[in-house]
């Protein structure tokens, strides 16, 4: 399987997506534990908050679906989704 560097940038609802974060943190420890989810974490730019999810799978089109799963696409917090195929050479994701 590949790895996947997927970058959140997050809408301005600021309150909805609080709300959601608890729902949002269990959707990505039930990936984690499926062996799916390999770290994640929010970006600390205050002008433009996000979220940085180091993710395997098969494709790009399957790491696009699976993310239709997590609470904050419901919640249509994320503003912009950017999945990149990523080849780790050091570190804990080695391929």
Known sequence: MAVFAVTYTYGPDTDTRMSVRPAHREWQASQHDAGT????????????PGGLLILR???????????????YHD?????????????????????
């Open 37 to 48: 989810l390999l770290a994640s974490g929010p970006l600390e730019d205050e002008l433009t």
């Open 57 to 71: 799978g098969d494709s790009t089109e399957s790491i696009a679906e699976l993310l239709t799963q997590d609470p």
């Open 75 to 95: 919640a249509g917090v994320i503003a912009e989704t950017v999945i990149r195929s990523w080849t780790p050479v050091f570190g804990p994701f080695e391929a």
